[in-house]
């Protein structure tokens, strides 16, 4: 068994949940999509660069060839924008919670009907 | 000082005061107005230097590329029309200042009031020193921005919201309708160059586009200067503190339109469609608003309605295209802009003291504050065209050129009409004096509050009035050269010889003149049965029309949006991934070969394959453990963990480090979010739903996996990274390449990234910091705690060790940072684990411990951050290199050794001043909602408890 393989099919099942968890109702599943999605999209950029061991992108006399440095500088920012990403998704998830009392992504069933309109906010139920 | 920068200078100088008076709004009013009056005052004195060149013929211009491809240059000049302006703007702009310093009361927002005015201001004074029409129409939509905060100021007052909303859909509108015809202008003359488009007359009114920009250009300036049937923002603009409408009103934002008909006059004017249609529009406007002005009853309504009328005749003079209009025109500007800024303010001096503007309820004021009435009696008396004021000699000069034009060949048409409409200003202006100064007073309570203000309010308006009687003894000496030279500009030719006098002996505008003051001054006689008469007409209301065609509009748009563009994000991202999996399916496809490459696999070891059996089975529970929540986040926790051990044995130490830190700082948000959330919903989608979702994973999942298989076995082609590793110690002076490439090869990107992520961080706080009103606020405020907490909010234990470890984190910090060019670490994992440190003292102590000894803000650390990083990459600019070349050098420092400086560490610096600011920003305010919450849930329980002992 390789690295490669453990890699592909390791990126692939997290596009697998990301995917599945995406589409669900609930605000805070979509996060955890969201997440899982962005673990796999940070490894595929990652393995742009092709797996290397031993090779740190450090630059030394002792060494004589290095790993891919520039898809682990993009991945680097892209792990830190993820977070920037998720956590606006999280707070827009809980302040739509707290405007609406409904944690579904497309508000309710009558979802289409109040974007043409604005929406009555209703009182929290005890 | 060198011209340029002079003019330069000029323009900057509103905008650099704006931001000093916003920098400063937490100070007193005196700052706020004096920094304002300051800054109009050097202004005033740079134009009155330049003064003598402009009229002497010199025009002083600067010229800096901004957007070559376009044709669009910063490019600045100024002509006498331009100093004329530029006096009015800067000269009435401190007058206002003054008044406004005054007419605000200390409690209010002085600072937003004073740098909203000078951002108008600069933004008026860029319109009339434009030497490109692209530059002038960025200036111009600027006007309209800035005319909207001010106009709406008082935000808490609905009228002041909807005019304001009003004036930007008209004017803003007016603008986008501008660009248009300014664009096609600039294409037919072949240059957005001011000075070469004029000397283009001739090309563009041959072009058949002609019409076309003509119209165009006229829609923009009507609907600024309030033209007829455009006018009727105008009057709902009056929603305004009067100072606004002193300023806007008088001299600048409504004269904006009659400056570039007076700018494009060699261009646009001389055709028979121009006259036509300038001339009847602004006849149209100037009878139209003197009939409406006669029958209003807030002062400043009247004045609004005056203005409009006014502003009729001077677009009225501009069409009739012929030089001695234009002369009257030139000189009624100044004659308007002095009395009718002086109006406004005794408006506004009115409505401060007496406490109403209804001008039912006011008169006989003359007794209680005569210095008031003496200076609105004087202005009024120049609005209404009597000698020896001012308004005397433009409005007989209208009166003798309007007797030069027929319109659509009746020759008597636009002298009966101009009489008619003199007779009623006449009429207005004259009951606005008689009904506010004499008689007797209709509502005592007004009248006995009523006073004359201090020297500070009426110094302005009496300073206007002064001006205006001058310019009627003494016109030729104060306005002779100057009309003159700008008339000049305007025309592109010689003026005419002026002679501008009280007494041109009797001639048939003399009797005009007598019949309209004979004529208005019976009219306010009789105004109670006109006043009838009129209340009896049905009215349009353009605001509700208004209002209509905006509702409408909106309607429109939102059916357009959803039938475009579903309202479901279920939907929409099911539609995303499907088409992303064909996509792939599809490349797959074509590629037409084997899934496997040629390169040979490195051997995975047994600790490899546990770590990924781990992370496949964490996220299988992740799916399946989903509604769960809490039991899920340790599940994701362990994929982030086992993907940062993968960096570490995959040669990416710098990206292990970050993942881990990055992965603490979403589990600790994920498990604040949740605080708030719903634990353990119920299950919402049908089965065959899941299972077509779940199809469409496995899909998905495989097509991925397999084109980064298809990749990782293939070798790369020919990669650029090669570049990065030989220069990166020679070029970028430090050996952990992955950092000098954040920090120098590709700081670019870096900065964008790092101005996303404050983004990020400012659109949270915006999100967050209103939460306490409305239904979110009410159902935060009813939170139940729904899970049993530790009876110890704040665990001894914990909030020891993690005092005690914050200066040791801190330390590790910089220490991470410090090494970051040369070994892994660097500004954003330093930031990182900072912030960790921090966030661990608002878990342990509580937020409001740990937020009384924060010292800076996040909004500052994220702001300065970027201003660090932006200052860095323009530090190079000095030194002849491009945007963000880093430069480095080795110093010997006593007892440490040679220490390597790198201007990359500055921009380093930014990068964690952001990421620290935003990451803080993010779980500090959501622990911060968190923390209210429980307290109120506490608060209640307290309470409950005390009702049942």
């Known amino acids: 068994m390789t690295l490669e393989l453990l890699f592909a099919t390791a990126i692939g099942v997290l596009v697998a949940g990301g995917i599945y968890l995406s589409l669900r109702g609930r605000t805070f599943q979509v996060v955890l999509g969201l997440t899982l999605f962005s673990y796999a999209v940070n490894l595929f950029l990652f393995a742009s660069g092709r797996l290397t061991i031993d090779r740190a992108p450090i630059l030394s006399k002792a060494a004589s060839s290095y790993a891919d440095p520039l898809p682990q500088a993009l991945v680097l920012t892209a792990i830190v924008i993820t977070f920037g990403m998720t956590a606006f998704a999280v707070v827009l998830a809980l302040r739509s919670f707290l405007e609406s009392g409904s944690d579904q992504v497309d508000g309710d069933d009558a979802a289409c009907d109040r974007h043409a309109k604005p929406s009555v906010t209703s009182e929290p139920s005890e | ?949």
């Open chain 2, 1 to 949: 000082m060198a011209l340029p920068l002079t003019l330069y200078l000029l323009v900057f100088l509103p905008f650099i005061a704006a931001l000093l008076i916003a920098i400063g709004s937490g100070k007193g009013r005196a700052l706020h107005s004096g920094i304002a009056a300051a800054g109009s005052a050097l202004g005033l004195a740079i134009v009155f230097a330049m003064a003598g060149r402009v009229l002497g013929g010199e025009v002083p211009t600067v010229s800096a590329p901004w957007v070559p491809t376009l044709g669009l240059d910063f490019s600045l000049m100024i002509d006498p029309l331009g100093l004329m302006f530029a006096v009015m703007i800067l000269g009435i702009g401190l007058l206002v200042v003054i008044f406004g310093h005054f007419y605000l009361s200390p409690t209010e927002a002085t600072g937003r009031f004073f740098a909203s005015l000078m951002l108008f201001q600069g933004a008026m004074l860029g319109i009339v020193v434009a030497g490109n029409v692209l530059l002038l129409l960025v200036f111009w939509e600027l006007t309209s921005l800035s005319s909207f905060l001010l106009i709406g100021f008082w935000k808490h007052k609905a009228e002041a919201r909807q005019g304001a909303r009003m004036a930007l859909a008209v004017t803003g509108g007016g603008g986008l309708v501008l660009i248009a015809g300014m664009v096609l202008l600039g294409s037919v003359a072949g240059s957005f160059d001011l000075m070469t488009i004029l000397q283009r007359g001739d090309v563009v009114q041959a072009s058949p586009l002609y019409p076309v920009i003509l119209i165009l250009i006229l829609i923009g300036c009507f609907t600024k200067s309030a033209q007829f049937p455009f006018h009727f923002w105008l009057p709902h603009a009056m929603a305004a503190p009067t100072p606004v409408s002193a300023y806007l009103h008088s001299a600048t934002m409504v004269k904006a339109g009659i400056f570039l008909l007076a700018r494009l006059w060699p261009v646009l004017a001389g055709t028979g469609l121009y006259t036509m249609t300038v001339t009847s529009v602004g006849l149209i406007t100037m009878l139209f608003g003197a009939w409406v002005a006669l029958f209003r009853h807030d002062l400043k309504s009247i004045l609004a309605y005056s203005t409009i009328s006014q502003l009729g005749l001077l677009v009225m003079l501009l069409g009739f295209s012929a030089k001695m209009a234009v002369v009257g025109a030139v000189l009624h500007i100044i004659n308007h802009a002095a009395f009718k800024a002086a109006l406004f303010m005794s408006a506004g001096i009115v409505d401060h003291e007496a406490g109403t503007r209804d001008i039912r309820k006011l008169g006989g004021l003359a007794k209680v504050m005569p210095i008031t009435a003496l200076v609105a009696t004087i202005a009024g008396a120049s609005m209404a065209g009597l000698p020896p004021l001012g308004g005397f000699i433009s409005k007989e000069m209208m009166l003798d050129e309007t007797l030069h034009v027929s319109l659509f060949t009746i020759p008597w048409l636009v002298p009966v009409v101009a009489t008619v409409a003199a007779t009623l200003s006449v009429a207005y202006s004259f009951r606005l004096v008689a009904h506010l100064f004499f008689g007797k007073p209709r509502d005592l309570q007004a009248h006995d509050k009523a006073h004359d203000p201090g020297l500070g309010m009426w110094a302005s308006p009496a300073f206007l009035v002064a001006v205006a009687v001058l310019l009627g003894l003494i016109p030729m000496t104060l306005a002779g050269p100057l009309v003159s030279a700008v008339v000049e500009a305007v025309t592109g030719e010689a003026s005419p010889p002026l002679g501008f006098a009280l007494w041109h002996g009797i001639n048939p505008a003399l009797g005009m003149s007598v019949a309209a003051v004979a004529i208005g001054t019976a009219l306010v006689w009789r105004h109670a049965g006109l006043q009838r008469a009129y209340d009896g007409l049905r009215h349009v209301d353009a605001k509700t029309l208004f209002d209509r065609a905006m509702a409408l509009t909106d309607r429109r748009i939102r059916k357009l949006i959803v039938a475009v563009h579903t309202p479901s994000l279920q939907r929409m991202l099911l539609a995303t991934f499907a088409a992303i999996v064909v996509l792939i399916i599809d490349g797959a496809a074509m590629g037409g070969g084997r899934l496997t490459g040629p390169r040979a696999g490195l051997p995975a070891s047994t600790i490899a394959v546990v770590a990924w059996g781990l992370l496949i089975a964490a996220t299988l529970a992740v799916v399946l453990a989903q509604r769960q929540r809490f039991l899920v986040l340790i599940f994701v926790s362990v994929i982030g963990l086992v993907i940062a051990l993968a960096f570490v044995h995959l040669s990416a130490p710098d990206l292990a480090l970050t993942q881990i830190s990055v992965e603490v700082v979403t589990i600790l948000l994920l498990l604040l979010a949740l605080n708030l959330l719903p634990k353990t919903p119920v299950q919402l989608s049908s089965n065959t739903r899941r299972i077509r979702d779940g199809v469409l994973a496995i899909l998905g999942g495989l097509g991925v996996g397999g084109a980064a298989w298809a990749m990782l076995t293939r070798n790369p082609n020919n990669p650029i990274s090669s570049y990065h590793i030989a220069n990166s110690y020679t070029g970028g002076g430090g050996t952990n390449i992955v950092n000098v490439t954040l920090v120098d090869f590709r700081a670019f990107d870096t900065l964008g990234e790092i101005i996303v992520l404050g983004i990020a961080g400012l659109a949270i706080y915006a999100m967050l910091d209103t939460t306490e009103r409305g239904a979110a606020g009410a159902r935060l405020r009813a939170w139940q705690e729904d899970m049993p907490h530790s009876p110890e909010r704040h665990p001894l234990m914990f909030v020891m060790a993690t005092r005690i470890l914050l200066p040791l984190v801190l330390a590790v910090g910089i220490f991470i940072f410090l090494r970051g060019h040369n070994q892994p670490g660097g500004g954003f994992i330093a930031a990182l684990v900072i912030a960790i440190a921090f966030l661990l003292q608002y878990l342990a102590s509580g937020f409001d411990w740990t937020d009384a000894r924060r010292k800076v803000g996040e909004h500052m650390l994220i702001a300065s951050g970027v201003l660090v990083a932006v200052a860095t990459g323009l530090g190079s600019l000095l030194f002849g290199a491009n945007f963000l070349t880093s430069s480095f050098g080795y110093f010997d420092v006593p007892f440490i050794g040679e220490v390597e400086l790198a201007t990359a560490m500055l921009f380093d610096v930014g990068v964690l001043l952001v990421v620290f600011g935003a990451v803080m920003q993010a779980l500090a305010q959501l622990s911060q909602i968190a923390q209210r919450a429980a307290r109120s849930h506490v608060a209640r329980t307290n309470i409950q408890q005390g009702d049942e002992s």
